[in-house]
């Protein structure tokens, strides 16, 4: 019997976790009931991003993604964008309702909204600490800035120590889930087979993101490490991930 009742994914914004969510953790969901484990749901308000889930104990099994800071900073801003310009699907999960259509958002925005949104400055690195009971995890991310609290860099290190953390590529056709997949199938105990082959990797795709990333310069993306060095530091220590880049 697996040492493990609950099982938790520890979904980071913009990290590749529709994905994860759509196509590995409902599918076995079924097959984890069966074998008596519960899937950590999300408080009643909180959409998505859990951040460190209240009921996460010695007996919960945790996954979770993470990716390179100047990746995930740009398709924040692309995600911005997009929602400006109304071409996000709200009722289909938030995707792009038109793939052909890139929006040319230009470099300096970058360093603006580096600016402007210091809240997020190691924002990946801030969901192994926050715990949103009735807000999204980038409201909770926003009051502790304002209340000017810092984060127990130990503690973030040793919660991801306890996480089965997996790098989140560039380009998500060079993930290989199937990886991640038999690991759990043999950490949990369970016999876990799902098929990947008709995943639609491009489903969740924002174009956008990636034309803009294409034209960082190296200061670009220096300025925006500057302001995601813890991140930037869990990010190249492989020593955190089960799995290498």
Not at 9 to 31: Q, S
Not at 53 to 74: A, G, L, Q
């Amino acid at each position: 019997m697996s040492k493990y009742n609950k099982i938790y994914f520890l979904h980071v914004p913009k990290t590749g976790g529709r994905f994860f969510t759509k196509y590995i953790l409902d599918p076995i969901t079924d097959t984890l009931k069966e074998n008596n484990i519960d899937v950590i749901q999300l408080p009643p308000n909180v959409s998505k991003h859990g951040g460190w889930h209240n009921d996460i104990d010695d007996s919960t099994y945790i996954v979770s993604v993470f990716r390179d800071p100047v990746e995930f900073f740009v398709s924040v801003i692309a995600h911005m964008f997009a929602d400006i310009e109304k071409i996000l699907d709200e009722d289909k999960d938030y995707i792009i309702k038109d793939k052909t259509k890139i929006l040319d958002i230009p470099t300096s925005i970058v360093h603006e909204k580096i600016n402007q949104l210091k809240y997020m400055q190691n924002f990946q690195s801030q969901n192994f600490i926050l715990a949103p009971q009735q807000n999204h995890i980038i409201q909770e991310s926003m009051k502790h800035h304002s209340d000017g609290k810092g984060f127990d860099k130990e503690l973030i290190f040793e919660r991801i120590k306890r996480v089965n953390l997996m790098i989140r590529h560039e380009d998500l056709k060079s993930m290989d889930y199937s990886l991640l997949i038999d690991k759990i199938s043999k950490d949990l105990e369970i016999d876990i087979n799902i098929e990947l082959s008709h995943a639609d990797r491009e489903h969740y795709k924002n174009i956008s993101s990636e034309n803009l990333l294409n034209k960082l310069s190296k200061e670009d993306r220096d300025a925006i490490y500057n302001n995601f060095l813890f991140d930037k530091e869990i990010y190249e220590n492989d020593s955190l991930f089960w799995t290498g880049k």
